[in-house]
């Protein structure tokens, strides 16, 4: 549990497209929740590790997003680009504890891989990583990514065996079970980036010393393999707050591409962002939005 008084909260968009009613939403509960114990933080974390999908101009967007809106963030905006040498650091002592793999595998090899197994098509198991790569021999797999592209993975279930049963608390909800092996053996590092959004997100909240990681609800389940990569690491565990989501009409989720509801679009349309920032506090969504579940 947090002590009172030390609260430290971040908001992490990812600069890949505009923020939308969503985003407000969660910046909002993460600034409240900061800034509702004396001495809170509320730390802004842009997550551009993604060389192909982040750019400069949707960085600037969610800045003066977060202005529009009246939300104040503590200290400098923290890059994720600015910081690969610490993901680097974190994947080299999971290899060096065996916990990590080189995965060749194309994306064409991991759907043949799961369509030539008994797995169910929609099933949990069909989006989840076959482990074909686990088998290759050490020695070779060695000798392989000297020449081939390669992402690494983690050994999850050895990762798991190795720390034994884990947990996290849940504001409002209590304490929650991981299952990190539902996961799969995720991707720690990428051909193309040098560290997936996983590896990062736990070493960027030990590192900014979150102590409540407020996000959306869809990000629930990343927890439990979240809560593994903490554990192999010796990082301390923030507690969660997984808040609903602002559906659109058809209720679900919305995404980027959703302009009616974008915010930069709202705000150069005019549109007041502290009057939006108080009925979002209230759950009043305009019109054809509402909170999921609410
Ligand atoms: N950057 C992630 C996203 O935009 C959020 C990371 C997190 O809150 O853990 O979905």
Redesign the pocket.
């Known amino acids: 549990m947090t002590p009172p008084g030390s609260i430290v909260t971040r908001f992490?968009?990812?600069p890949s497209g505009e923020l939308h009613l969503g985003h407000a939403y969660a910046a909002i509960v993460a600034h409240d929740t900061a800034r509702a114990r004396p001495g809170g933080r509320f730390i802004l974390r842009i997550?551009d590790i993604d060389p192909g999908r982040s750019r400069p101009e949707h960085v600037d967007a969610i800045l003066a997003d977060l202005a529009w809106l009246g939300l104040a963030w503590d200290g400098d905006p923290v890059f994720q680009s600015d910081r690969l040498d610490s993901y680097a650091a974190a994947l080299d002592t999971l290899r060096s504890g065996g916990f990590a793999y080189p995965c060749f595998c194309t994306r064409a090899d991991i759907a043949a891989e799961i369509a030539a197994s008994d797995v169910a098509p929609h099933g949990p198991a069909a989006s989840r990583y076959p482990g074909t790569c686990r088998a290759i021999p050490a020695a070779e797999a060695m000798a392989r990514c000297a020449a081939e592209p390669h992402c690494w993975r983690l050994d999850t279930a050895r990762a798991a065996d190795s720390v034994g049963p884990l947990d996290w608390h849940e504001d409002g909800v209590g304490t929650i079970a991981a299952d990190p092996l539902a996961a799969g053996d995720i991707v720690l590092a990428r051909k193309d980036a040098p560290a997936s959004?996983h590896l990062a997100?736990v070493v960027d909240d030990a590192a900014l010393g979150v102590t409540c990681?407020v996000?959306g609800s869809d990000?629930a389940d990343a927890t439990h393999v979240q809560r593994l990569l903490q554990a192999l690491l010796g990082l301390p565990t923030p507690d969660y707050r997984h808040h609903a989501l602002v559906v659109g009409s058809d209720g679900k989720r919305l995404a980027k591409r959703d302009h009616a509801a974008g915010l930069a679009t709202l705000r150069q349309g005019g549109i007041d962002g502290a009057r939006l920032a108080t009925d979002l506090r209230a759950h009043r969504f305009p019109t054809g939005y509402s909170l999921a579940n609410a």
Do not use: G, I
């Open positions: 992490a968009p990812s997550d959004y997100n990681v996000r990000l």
